[in-house]
């Protein structure tokens, strides 16, 4: 052991150890950049590659839903050998019927053949009631005239049964966007893109919304193949036709534009959305003592009439007939 450790002290065992350990570190310093890793490329290729996955699933999505299809039902036929689509032409049928909920080229189809079919059946049934059933008095030209109304009836019919159906599904959507708007913070600052947010917050509000998870998918759908994302958004706000909504996605454009926080804007929008819905509800609670008006009078008054005054007015007639005197007794001969 004393001799290793005196050979070691030599110069040239000194100078050795020194030589070694500098070509070692050379030779460390040439080879250090091969072995390491960019982790930012490997995280980008990571997020390419989900991206790249999201985008196939999302486009067989929408294959599978049939939006990019043609009609091929008897409906879509008739329709489009009769150019209904060109006679009854209406410009907003179209997002009145992305509103309801009802996309692609056959509900279209089947609004065109309903908007030209039913005019008919509403005169029809209109003809059968006036003539056949009860004519309520009318005499000639009212006859006819109830048939135009009955065609006139048919006519609109489509467009006001499209237009509850927006509005339920409009109302249904509002109800759940502050929750969604808060579940999609909370993924947008845990680190997940705004795709991802999108279809994570889908997948968890689909028992309280389904309207507004099918909404939120389609938004994934586009985000994955629209060249900009700003144009999805606006899908979106069209799609919905609420302000609220309309306001979240102009921030969202915003932001995707200039580079600014998506929490912080998801944050002011999830708020005022929450304020918004509790001013809806404050709003309908005012109207409500004016709404019981007329069902308080109708039903409420009567019955408090009947409690308050049948007493008496029992106790009364009961009065009358102790104060009446006594019939008088007749003698028999």
């Known amino acids: 052991m004393y001799n290793t450790l005196v050979s070691l002290a030599r110069p040239e065992a000194i100078a050795s150890i020194l030589v070694a350990l500098a070509v070692f570190g050379t030779?460390?310093?040439?080879m250090l950049p091969y072995l390491k890793t960019d982790k930012l490329e490997t995280r980008l290729k990571a997020v390419?590659?989900?991206?790249?996955?999201?985008?196939?699933?999302?486009?067989?999505?929408?294959?599978?839903?049939?939006?990019?299809?043609t009609d091929d039902s008897m409906v879509g036929n008739i329709?489009?050998?009769?150019?209904?689509?060109?006679?009854?032409?209406?410009?907003?049928?179209?997002?009145?019927?992305?509103?309801?909920?009802?996309?692609?080229?056959?509900?279209?189809?089947?609004f065109y053949f309903a908007r030209m079919t039913l005019?008919?059946?509403?005169?029809?049934?209109?003809?059968?009631?006036?003539?056949?059933?009860?004519?309520?008095?009318?005499?000639?030209?009212?006859?006819?005239?109830?048939?135009?109304?009955?065609?006139?009836?048919?006519?609109?019919?489509?467009?006001?049964y499209i237009s509850n159906l927006a509005q339920k599904r409009q109302k249904s959507i509002m109800r759940a966007f502050p929750d969604a708007l808060d579940m999609l913070l909370i993924c947008v600052e845990s680190g997940m893109s705004i795709e991802v947010g999108f279809s994570k917050v889908s997948q968890e509000i689909g028992s309280a919304?389904?309207?507004?998870?099918?909404?939120?998918g389609l938004t994934v759908a586009e985000l994955a193949y629209l060249p900009e994302r700003r144009q999805a958004y606006e899908n979106l706000a069209k799609r919905t036709g609420h302000e609220g909504v309309k306001a979240v996605c102009m921030a969202l454009g915003q932001a995707?534009?200039?580079?600014?926080?998506?929490?912080?804007?998801?944050?002011?929008?999830?708020?005022?959305?929450?304020?918004?819905?509790?001013?809806?509800?404050?709003?309908?609670?005012?109207?409500?003592?004016?709404?019981?008006t007329v069902p308080m009078i109708m039903f409420f008054l009567p019955v408090l009439f009947l409690v308050v005054l049948g007493p008496a007015y029992l106790t009364f007639k009961k009065s009358q007939m102790n104060e009446e005197p006594p019939a008088p007794v007749t003698r028999q001969s």
């Open 27 to 30: 030779v460390l310093s040439i």
């Open 48 to 69: 390419t590659e989900q991206r790249e996955k999201l985008r196939k699933q999302n486009r067989a999505e929408l294959e599978n839903r049939g939006l990019r299809r």
């Open 79 to 110: 329709s489009s050998k009769l150019n209904l689509a060109k006679a009854l032409e209406d410009p907003n049928v179209a997002a009145t019927l992305s509103k309801a909920g009802l996309r692609g080229p056959g509900p279209l189809s089947a």
């Open 119 to 160: 005019p008919f059946v509403g005169a029809f049934l209109m003809f059968l009631y006036i003539f056949y059933v009860n004519d309520h008095g009318l005499q000639g030209p009212m006859r006819y005239g109830s048939l135009l109304f009955g065609a006139a009836a048919g006519f609109y019919a489509p467009n006001i």
């Open 209 to 216: 919304s389904p309207e507004l998870a099918e909404e939120f």
């Open 256 to 292: 995707e534009r200039y580079g600014t926080p998506l929490g912080d804007a998801l944050r002011v929008m999830a708020k005022e959305n929450r304020d918004m819905r509790m001013a809806q509800a404050e709003k309908k609670a005012a109207a409500l003592p004016a709404q019981l």
